[in-house]
C-alpha cells in the first residue's frame, strides 16, 4: 500500500462548477501537507501548503487538512479553463526531515469551457 | 531569478548509452532534489542533497543510477548503462535554506527516451 493515496482521474468538469481533489495517507506523522499544480510538460509549482490540520484560503483555493482521519483536500471554486492541469498532493514529516516529501499520484483535471 | 534549469530538456538515446542529466539550483538553495515521473509510478525521490551531500538516495533504483553535486551550483544524474524502463521525466527542485524549507521548486524537467 502507498504512504499516499489519490485517485488519477481524469476529472472533467464544466466552466464554474466547484472542484474537489483529495488524497489519503497512512502515515500519523505527517505534519506539512502540500498541493502541486503541474500544467502540460511543466514542472510541478506549489500551489497550498497547510501545517497540521485545518483549513486554508487562497482567491479560489481551499485547502483542508483532516489528520483525524489522514485525508486532505483541495477545493477549486468558479473553475476556469486556465485551472486545467494535473494536481498533485504532498506530505512530509520531521521525522523524516522535513524537506523529503511524499507525492500523490497527481489527479488530471480538464475545465471545459 | 532564472528559477531550477535542467539540460537537456529532451533526450533520446539507445539501450546501453550512457545518459546525463545536469541541473542547476536556485541560487541560494542548500537542498536540490532528483525525482523520476512515470504515468505508472508517478513522482518519486530518487536523492537528495543537503549543502552538497547526499542524505538520502534510497530512491535510486538500482547501481547503474548515480547522483554528484561537485559544488553548490551544479548536480548531475547519470544512468549508465540506459534501458528501456529508464524512460521518464526526470525533475530536479531546490530548497531554500531558511524559511519555509519544505517548499520545492522545480525545473522544466528532462524528457528522457530510451529505445
Known amino acids: 500500500q502507498k504512504e499516499v493515496e489519490q485517485d488519477p482521474g481524469p476529472l472533467s468538469v464544466p466552466e464554474g462548477a466547484i472542484v474537489s481533489l483529495n488524497c489519503t495517507y497512512s502515515?500519523?506523522?505527517?505534519?506539512?501537507f502540500m498541493w502541486y499544480r503541474q500544467y502540460s510538460r511543466k514542472g510541478p509549482e506549489l500551489l497550498m501548503y497547510t501545517y497540521s490540520s485545518g483549513n486554508k484560503e487562497d482567491g479560489r483555493f481551499t485547502a483542508q487538512v483532516d489528520k483525524s482521519s489522514k485525508y486532505i483536500s483541495l477545493f477549486i471554486r468558479d473553475s476556469q479553463p486556465s485551472d486545467s492541469a494535473t494536481y498533485l498532493c504532498?506530505?512530509?514529516?520531521?521525522?523524516?526531515?522535513?524537506?523529503?516529501?511524499?507525492f500523490g499520484q497527481g489527479t488530471r483535471l480538464t475545465i471545459n469551457p | 531569478d532564472a528559477g531550477v534549469i535542467q539540460s537537456p530538456r529532451h533526450e533520446v538515446t539507445e539501450m546501453g548509452q550512457e545518459v546525463t542529466l545536469r541541473c542547476k539550483p536556485i541560487s541560494g538553495h542548500n537542498s536540490l532534489f532528483w525525482y523520476r515521473q512515470t504515468m505508472m509510478r508517478g513522482l518519486e525521490l530518487l536523492i537528495y542533497?543537503?549543502?552538497?551531500?547526499?542524505?538520502?538516495d534510497s530512491g535510486m533504483p538500482e547501481d547503474r543510477f548515480s547522483a554528484k553535486m561537485p559544488n553548490a551550483s551544479f548536480s548531475t544524474l547519470k544512468i549508465q548503462p540506459s534501458e528501456p524502463r529508464d524512460s521518464a521525466v526526470y525533475f530536479c527542485?531546490?530548497?531554500?535554506?531558511?524559511?519555509?524549507?519544505?517548499?520545492?521548486?522545480f525545473g522544466p524537467g528532462t524528457r528522457l527516451t530510451v529505445l
Open positions: 527542485a531546490s530548497s531554500p535554506t531558511s524559511g519555509r524549507s519544505d517548499t520545492q521548486y
Open positions: 502515515n500519523s506523522a505527517f505534519q506539512y
Open positions: 542533497f543537503n549543502n552538497n551531500v547526499p542524505i538520502d
Open positions: 504532498a506530505m512530509s514529516s520531521r521525522a523524516r526531515g522535513a524537506q523529503k516529501l511524499v
